[in-house]
C-alpha cells in the first residue's frame, strides 16, 4: 500500500507558530513505565535544566533505549501533563504516528548546544 499525504491543516496566523518554543534536548535515560504497556520516562537535558518527558514509545521501538544519547526536538512550553502519576514536562517531536507509520525522532542534522531552539 503506497503511502497518502494526509491533507495540510487549515491556516493559522504566522504569530502563533512564534509562540510554540521547541528546542533541541539530549536523551539521558529510558525508563519503564510501571504498569503501561506503551509509555516510557525519559530524562532529557536541555541545557538550563533537565526535564521528565512521558512517550508512548514501547510499541514503537524493540528497544526504546535505543534513543538514550541522542538529541531530537520538544516542544517545552506545553502545561505539564500527568501521565500514569508522573508529570510530563515537554512533548517530543516525531514523525510518522499520525500517519500510521513507526515514528521516528526528529532530530538535528549535527549536534548542537542542549536548549537550542528551532524556528
Do not use: C, H, W
Not at 533541541?24 to 526535564?51: A, N, Y
Not at 512533548?91 to 549536534?111: C, Q, R, S
Amino acid at each position: 500500500m503506497a503511502f497518502v499525504v494526509a491533507p495540510t491543516k487549515p491556516i493559522v496566523p504566522f504569530d502563533l507558530l512564534d509562540k510554540i518554543d521547541v528546542r533541541v534536548g539530549t536523551i539521558e535515560l529510558v525508563e519503564d513505565v510501571k504498569g503501561s504497556d506503551r509509555m516510557v520516562k525519559l530524562t532529557v537535558d536541555f541545557g538550563d535544566r533537565k526535564r521528565t518527558v512521558l512517550v508512548g514509545m514501547k510499541k514503537e521501538r524493540a528497544n526504546p533505549k535505543e534513543v538514550e544519547g541522542k538529541q531530537a526536538l520538544f516542544v517545552v512550553n506545553l502545561e505539564p501533563r500527568k501521565i500514569m502519576s508522573v508529570d510530563s514536562e515537554a512533548m517530543l517531536f516525531d514523525v510518522g504516528y499520525p500517519d500510521g507509520i513507526t515514528p521516528v525522532l526528529a532530530i538535528p542534522e549535527k549536534p548542537v548546544p542542549n536548549g537550542a531552539r528551532a524556528g
